[in-house]
């Protein structure tokens, strides 16, 4: 395969641990090159994992994989010359400056002597670290550090860049920001990006296409607007004034589409007639005495759809937890 295929190709990609389940469990899924890929997924759910062996840094139990042209298990080296990766963990020394950080890495890059100031000044001014570049890392807030970790994997301008959920903890002007790195570096630089997350902010914002992963399988795939098109109908979300009442506003508006479980305190009924149903729905309300606290239609979102495929809410889904079996990224 050519050398400039930025794509990436994976077939029956499974890793299983001795001492616990599958966590990724026979997925297929390719990556047109300059696209990027939101990988959705609660905790636990097998991403992290993925991307894992998709860097080479964990050998998959059995299937294919190839990244930039290259097999995973046979061609690691080569795989490992034309990605970037951002992990959970950002291997950064608290002694040395963001500076430092990036000369040490343009070193081991093999970037020539005198391209390596040019090339960290440029990657710090990139993510809005210039003035903070001689100021030692330990003192760097969280979203800081991620940008330097981010600026770290793009030092010998990658092909191809894996960011596993990067923004997790980040204040939102922090998320903004990356995300506006992430986006100029699919437009502008033709870089391939998989991006894992949990936020489906972030996947709407962000990806070309969406992956939803549930216990190790891939479980929907398409872009954000198809995915929500297939959801289609919008849900009514309902609370009663007394506690007492929540059942019988279940019972109520049962009638009226499928009941949902989005994990909050609300009863959610997405709606077989759509907002055509909705004068009605009020009716029913009425009529059986109860009053509400709140009511609000919402249109179909990516959190539907995980909904929709899984039986549960993303948000929050499996906070606390690690990915089963996974070591640490």
């Known amino acids: 395969m050519a050398a400039q295929d930025n794509s990436i190709a994976v077939e029956g990609l499974v890793r299983e641990f001795k001492k616990g389940p599958r966590a990724v469990d026979g997925i297929d899924l390719r990556v047109e090159p300059g696209e990027i890929y939101g990988f959705l997924g609660p905790n636990g759910a097998g991403k992290s994992t993925t991307v894992l062996m998709l860097t080479t840094l964990l050998p998959p139990t059995s299937g294919t994989a190839r990244v930039g042209g290259y097999d995973v298990v046979k061609e690691g080296p080569k795989v490992r010359s034309v990605i970037g990766a951002a992990l959970q963990e950002a291997a950064l020394d608290p002694m040395l400056t963001g500076r430092d950080h990036l000369r040490l890495q343009s070193t081991m890059q093999g970037i020539a002597r005198a391209e390596r100031k040019e090339r960290s000044n440029e990657l710090l001014e990139r993510v809005g670290l210039s003035e903070a570049a001689d100021r030692r890392v330990g003192g760097y807030s969280g979203g800081m550090k991620r940008r330097l970790d981010l600026a770290l994997a793009l030092v010998h301008r990658p092909r191809l860049l894996f960011l596993d959920e990067p923004t997790t903890g980040l204040d939102p002007q922090s998320r903004t920001a990356l995300w506006d ?149």
Request: proline share 5%; charged share 25%.
């Open 181 to 329: 790195e992430v986006g100029r570096l699919a437009r502008e630089d033709g870089v391939t990006v998989f991006l894992t997350t949990q936020y489906l902010e972030e996947a709407d914002v962000l990806a070309d296409r969406v992956g939803i992963i549930d216990h190790g399988r891939i479980v929907a795939e398409g872009t954000p607007s198809s995915l929500k098109a297939e959801i289609g109908l919008p849900s009514v979300h309902a609370n009663p004034v007394e506690e007492g009442d929540r059942g019988r506003l279940a019972s109520v508006l049962a009638a009226f589409g499928e009941p949902l479980g989005d994990g909050s305190r609300d009863v959610v009924v997405r709606l077989r007639e759509g907002l055509a149903g909705l004068p009605a729905v009020v009716r029913a309300v009425d009529d059986a005495g109860l009053t509400l606290a709140s009511l609000e239609i919402q249109a179909p979102s990516l959190d539907d759809v995980f909904l929709a495929k899984t039986g549960r809410s993303l948000e929050g889904a499996g906070e606390g937890e690690a990915d089963a079996a996974e070591p640490a990224a």
